[in-house]
C-alpha cells in the first residue's frame, strides 16, 4: 500500500514538537480525516491516547519514538519515512471493551487496548466474585485489584503485576490478579479471547472499587462486565527488522 497523505501527530514536549515541524517540513501534513496513514511521535503513552482518539477512523498508526520505553513505537528517523511506511508490517488489535455499572445504577462504556483493571479505592481490600462465559470461576478473590488484559497489553501493567506475557497472536487474554490475599496461591488465568468475564464485588459499600479501561476511570462500581470488541480494529504498523511480535517475544529473556 502507498501511503500518499500522511497526517503527523505529536505529543506536547518539546522534543517530539521539534520532531514534528521537522517531519512537515519534508513530508507534508494532510487532516488525520483525510489521511492513509498516521504517525505519531512520543511514547507508548501518546501512542496508547492516540489509538483511542483514532479507533473508529480505519486508518493505520505508525509510532516513532520521542518519549521513553517506546515499546509501541518505531525508531525514530527522518530519513526515506515514505519506504518505511510502505514496508512495515502490521499488527491489529482488538480492543477490550468494558461495561461499568455503578452503586447506584448508573453505567459507562469505554473500551481499553491495554487492560481493565478493578482496583480498591479504600484500605480494605476489595472482594471480587469471578465468573467467565456466565459460570461463576471464583466465588470470592480477596485483593487490591485485579486486571483482564490483551496480548499487546500484557507487557505493561499486566507485566508489573506478574502477568504473563502473551504473544501478539495468541488469541488470549490474561486474567491476573494483583497483591492477592486470599486464596493465596491463586496467580490468574489464560482465557480464550472470545471469553466474556465478569467481576461483581462483594460488601461493595464497604470496600469500594475502580474501574480502569486505559486512560478511563469509573468509580464505586458493583459489577464490571468484559468482552474482546471484534468489530472494532485498530492496526498499527512496525519495521520488520523490529516487529512487535519479536518485541514482546524478547520480553520473555529480558532479566
Known amino acids: 500500500m502507498k501511503f500518499r497523505k500522511i497526517a503527523f501527530v505529536a505529543a506536547e514536549h518539546s522534543e517530539a514538537q521539534n520532531g514534528l515541524k521537522n517531519l512537515v517540513h519534508k513530508y507534508g501534513q494532510v487532516e488525520i480525516e483525510k489521511a492513509d496513514v498516521i504517525v505519531a511521535l512520543g511514547g507508548d503513552g501518546f501512542m496508547l491516547s492516540t489509538m483511542h482518539q483514532c479507533a473508529k477512523l480505519g486508518v493505520p498508526l505508525y509510532g516513532m519514538n520521542k518519549g521513553t520505553v517506546g515499546f509501541l513505537m518505531n525508531d525514530y528517523n527522518e530519513i526515506d519515512l515514505t519506504d518505511r511506511l510502505v514496508n512495515a508490517e502490521p499488527a491489529n488489535f482488538h480492543p477490550l471493551r468494558m461495561l461499568a455499572i455503578r452503586a447506584d445504577g448508573t453505567t459507562e462504556e469505554a473500551i481499553a487496548f491495554n487492560e481493565v483493571s478493578v482496583l480498591r479505592e479504600t484500605r480494605q481490600a476489595a472482594k471480587i466474585q ?30 508489573s503485576a506478574h502477568g504473563p506475557i502473551l504473544p501478539i497472536d495468541s488469541r488470549l487474554l490474561a486474567l491476573t490478579p494483583i497483591s492477592v490475599f486470599r486464596p493465596r496461591r491463586w496467580r490468574g488465568a489464560l482465557l480464550p479471547h472470545k471469553a466474556e468475564v465478569r467481576l461483581q464485588m462483594i460488601e461493595a459499600d464497604k470496600r469500594p472499587t475502580s474501574a480502569v479501561a486505559d486512560h478511563t476511570e469509573v468509580r464505586n462500581v458493583v459489577d464490571v462486565r468484559i468482552h474482546e470488541d471484534r468489530k472494532m480494529n485498530m492496526a498499527c504498523l512496525f519495521d520488520p527488522e523490529h516487529s512487535l511480535e519479536e518485541r514482546i517475544l524478547l520480553e520473555q529473556f529480558i532479566g
Open 130 to 159: 469471578i465468573s467467565v462465559d456466565g459460570r461463576v470461576r471464583l466465588k470470592e478473590l480477596i485483593c487490591d485489584g485485579v486486571m483482564v488484559a490483551t496480548a499487546a497489553g500484557s507487557t505493561a501493567y499486566n507485566l
